[in-house]
């Protein structure tokens, strides 16, 4: 058993995000994803890295996806949080614990715009983080699996 308490064959998934949003689950932030209607999101509940992507969202996008309120705060936590300029890296370790249609009163929690579509609906995942020392990752955004053999890399940062 590793110092995270997991076997060596235990699964533990990885989320790749794009930045600033990988840094702000760091800060609380209920991360979002688009779902067909009617299906089940593909997300399991139970362990996960979460790493940032290469891709770095720019400010319009930002403003675009969040608002120009929301953008403004996530460029503030970024700016003032170390992990906030690393891209490829892993930063965080914890566990899916909820996953749950998205709100309009959910938007604070999510620093993203409340949508409807026609055909899909935003869920919100819950997640229980914790800082780990940042390391080296290379992935695309979304779900994957991370092997046995790299669960050693993952150092819990004690507060």
């Not at 998934?13 to 930045?19: E, N, P």
């Not at 067909?36 to 139970?46: M, N």
């Not at 309120?69 to 892993?90: K, L, P």
Request: glycine content about 8%.
């Amino acid at each position: 058993m590793s110092q995270l308490g997991i076997e060596g064959t235990e699964h533990i998934r990885t989320l790749g995000l794009y930045q600033p949003f990988a840094t702000m689950m760091l800060h609380g932030k209920v991360e979002t994803r688009w779902v067909r209607k009617y299906r089940r999101p593909p997300f399991p509940l139970g362990k996960y890295l979460i790493y940032s992507t290469q891709k770095k969202y720019k400010y319009p996008e930002l403003c675009s996806i969040s608002g120009v309120g929301f953008a403004e705060q996530i460029e503030s936590i970024n700016f003032n949080d170390v992990t906030g300029h690393m891209r490829g890296y892993a930063i965080a370790f914890g566990e899916l614990k909820a996953v749950v249609d998205m709100t309009e009163e959910m938007e604070q929690q999510c620093f993203v715009r409340y949508a409807e579509s026609e055909d899909y609906r935003l869920v919100a995942l819950k997640f229980d983080l914790q800082r780990i020392v940042p390391f080296r990752f290379k992935g695309k955004q979304g779900v994957g699996k991370l092997h046995w053999t790299q669960h050693e890399k993952i150092k819990i940062i004690s507060a």
